[in-house]
């Protein structure tokens, strides 16, 4: 796998790529009948911001794109979900954030509470999985096996199943989005997700069973994403995950290489 060098300008693409999937994944979900979900984006300058009233998890309710231009925003920013009565967080990348933007988040009460990192590569075909592992595309009709398998590999409570099916459907037939199942043996193992948009790929969730995990069913599902890519003439695959995690670690072996660890701010 060839890989561009990083450069700033690409950083900032990487950043675009996650805003973008996420902002498709929301406006989905507020197209659901009445809004259940109480979903709103917001735009201030060049930031993101996403809200959800009954998704109260932070990445459901998070800042991105965020730089020394929005510094004269920030307040409004923050009065924006003060007036939701929600906790938000801010997340910076290295090629935007700079000493005034940091110091001006601390003053106003929030601290840094950790990194996550974007790797990225060049999309290509791969398979290197033995024929125990089979990976195929996930069927409109299986989107509860989808979700309880979403729930159990999350180490949430399967009686949330319905919640999550509820919330994934409506990308199931959504331009871009495809869903994918791995099997050991015949038996389901595991679930990736990918989103497509502007010849990018974007690595957007997988989970494996713990009972499955370590037979290579996870980097199974990453290279028939990359593959997919590829067939999608997506020139560049992105996915984000805990630094040096496993995730991290089998992104890596298909190719891809840390792009930057962006930092996460929250109110104390």
């Known amino acids: 796998m060839s890989i561009e060098i990083l450069s700033k300008e690409l950083a900032e693409t990487m950043e675009k790529s996650e805003i973008d999937y996420m ?6 979900i507020r197209e659901r009948l009445s809004n259940p979900m109480g979903i709103e984006i917001m735009k201030f300058g060049g930031a993101t911001a996403l809200y959800s009233k009954e998704m109260p998890w932070p990445q459901f309710n998070t800042v991105k794109g965020i730089s020394i231009n929005e510094l004269n925003l920030l307040d409004e920013v923050i009065d924006f979900y003060e007036s939701k009565d929600s906790q938000l967080q801010f997340e910076l990348v290295p090629s935007k954030a700079n ?6 988040l601390h003053d106003r009460g929030f601290y840094q509470s950790g990194f996550h990192a974007t790797l990225y590569g060049q999309s290509e075909y791969i398979r290197t999985y033995n024929e125990s592992i089979t990976i195929r595309e996930l069927e ?3 989107i ?36 994918f199942v791995g099997f050991v043996n015949g038996i389901p193992a595991g679930v ?16 494996t069973l ?18 997919e890519a590829a067939s999608n003439k997506c020139d560049l695959v992105i996915g984000q995950t805990s630094y040096a995690s496993t995730s ?3 992104m890596e072996r298909t190719g891809m290489k840390l792009g930057y660890t962006r930092a996460t701010w929250v109110k104390g």
């Open 99 to 104: 000493k005034e933007l940091m110091k001006a």
């Open 140 to 142: 409109e009709d299986e």
């Open 210 to 227: 713990n009972e499955y995990r370590n037979n290579g069913v996870q980097r199974a599902l990453l290279e028939r994403r990359i593959s």
């Open 23 to 28: 902002v498709d994944r929301m406006k989905a």
């Open 144 to 179: 509860h096996l989808y979700a309880e398998i979403h729930c159990l590999g999350t180490g949430l409570s399967v009686s949330g199943k319905g919640f999550v099916a509820d919330n994934n459907i409506v990308l199931f037939n959504r331009k871009g989005w495809k869903f």
């Open 248 to 250: 991290f670690r089998n």
């Open 192 to 207: 990736g997700v990918m989103y497509m948009n502007d010849g990018i790929a974007s690595l957007t969730f997988a989970t």
